[in-house]
């Protein structure tokens, strides 16, 4: 298995574009995890889904920031408009256990 | 909720040295699930190992070991035999096994092995 995917690695957009982060699962898993990293509050949960629904999007920032899972083996985070705060990396995880969650490699955003 | 307390933001060990990094935790569950990750430069997350609350046995992997006090909500990572490659940031999380499947992380201890 390819582990999980997610695109691009690094982005670089401006103040007010739109920013969409790809992730493909390991297929079979049936949960799936964005997450955000900065220096400053750690390792964050945004929101997640189970089975393709959306379980728990408390931790999403503001309305600015939306998740969709279309299908088992795809997921977008998006951010419209982006601000330089929304600078970060976003990592997708998903699993189908209890037993711990696979990381992809993360996409490193950084707003100017 | 959970909260997970890494109060060692830096450390440092000689390579071969043993080095042991501190996590406790609250959680409200009875039954839950500790892991510890591994993030080197390459920002990867990588699952190093995992302990089942309910086992009072402490889990082993290879050269990592845990030390697990239920009571005490402690949850230790020892690293034997340090190895150039296991410079990295370390970060404690725990898993509770209700609905909530929100795997909470501690905020890491940055691990430098010297050579």
């Known amino acids: 298995d390819a582990g999980v995917i997610q695109s691009p690695r690094h982005e670089v957009t401006e103040m007010g574009q739109e920013v969409t982060l790809r992730c493909k699962p390991i297929?079979?898993?049936?949960?799936l995890f964005w997450y955000r990293q900065t220096m400053m509050r750690g390792l964050e949960l945004l929101i997640y889904?189970?089975?393709?629904?959306?379980?728990?999007d408390s931790g999403m920032p503001e309305d600015r920031f939306s998740a969709k899972m279309p299908n088992a083996s795809f997921s977008t985070l998006k951010i419209q408009p982006s601000e330089p705060r929304d600078s970060a990396v976003y990592f997708c995880?998903?699993?189908?256990?209890?037993?711990?969650?696979?990381f992809g490699s993360g996409t490193r955003l950084t707003v100017v | 909720a959970q909260t997970v307390t890494q109060s060692q933001p830096e450390m440092s060990v000689q390579e071969a040295e043993t080095v042991t990094l501190s996590c406790t935790y609250d959680t409200s569950e009875n039954n839950y699930y500790l892991f510890w990750y591994k993030q080197p430069p390459s920002r990867q997350m990588i699952l190093v190992i995992r302990?089942?609350?309910?086992?009072?046995q402490n889990a082993t992997e290879n050269r990592f070991s845990v030390n697990f006090q239920k009571a005490a909500k402690s949850f230790s990572l020892k690293i034997s035999d340090s190895q150039l490659g296991d410079t990295a940031m370390y970060f404690c999380a725990v898993l509770e096994t209700g609905s909530a499947r929100q795997l909470t992380f501690g905020s890491g201890t940055q691990l430098t092995v010297l050579p």
């Open positions: 297929s079979g898993h049936d949960y």
């Open positions: 995880a998903s699993s189908l256990s209890i037993y711990g969650y696979t």
């Open positions: 302990q089942e609350a309910y086992k009072q």
């Open positions: 889904f189970n089975n393709n629904v959306p379980i728990d």
